[in-house]
Each structure stands twice: as C-alpha cells, then as structure tokens.
C-alpha cells in the first residue's frame, strides 16, 4: 500500500475546478459542512467528499439521499483537502477520480448545469454495487 498523500492547502487549489454532487438546493457563498449522512449510508462522516471530474460528481447528484433533483456545484474548499480513500489505493491505484475530502467546510461557487445523468439502470446497478459498503473514515 503505498503511502497516503500530504494534504493539499486551500491555496494549492487556486487554478482547479472542484465540483460536489447533492440533492440540496443551494446558493453562491452557502457552506456545505461536513458532518452530515454520506450519499451511501445513513452514519454521519466527519468529512465532505468533492472532486475535480464532473463524472464523478454526477454520481454524487444521483445517489443523494433526499428528495428533489440532483445538482452538481461547484465548489471551492474553504481548508485543507486530501484524496479520497474511498476510490484511492484501497481501491484504485492513485486517484483516477481526483476525488478528495476535507473536515473543512465547501463554499458553494455556483451551480454547474451542463451535465447528463446516467440512465436508470445504470444508477441501480451503482446502487447495488455500494449496497453495505462502509466508508473510510478515519
């Protein structure tokens, strides 16, 4: 297993796009906290999860928990961020999804609209796939 990443500072992130997938209808300058239940199991996380591929985030929007329609934003982390375990190492070598996750919060920069969501069975199958598994959160 190869060592984890350093955490990346809020300045390292200046010249990147970062984008956060949700059921949650926001506005620009709103803060999305971690500390909430994650879009695959009802336990709370201590971080909230992002990334730099809009693929990615479109899978956060459809697997939200929640009514209303999925919304991809992007985002901006407000404190330092580090890759996402979840997709890195223990599952796929580096960080193909350039997913990351933070203990600080996101401010919301504006709503992102140019995405297309994945077909219905396309999102049961993802369900199915994730169906018990835990998040990494340590």
Known sequence: MSKPAAPSAPSDASSRRFYHGTRADLKPGDLIQPGYSSNYTERRSPWVY????????????????????????????????????????KKYPGNPTKSFRSREPLRVVREYLDWQGHSTEEIQAMKDGIAGLEPIDD
């Open 50 to 89: 992002f990334s730099e591929t809009v693929h990615a985030a479109t899978w956060g929007a459809e697997l939200a928990k929640g009514e209303g329609p999925g919304r991809i934003y992007l985002v901006e982390p407000t404190g330092a961020f580090m890759d996402d375990p979840n997709l890195t190492d």
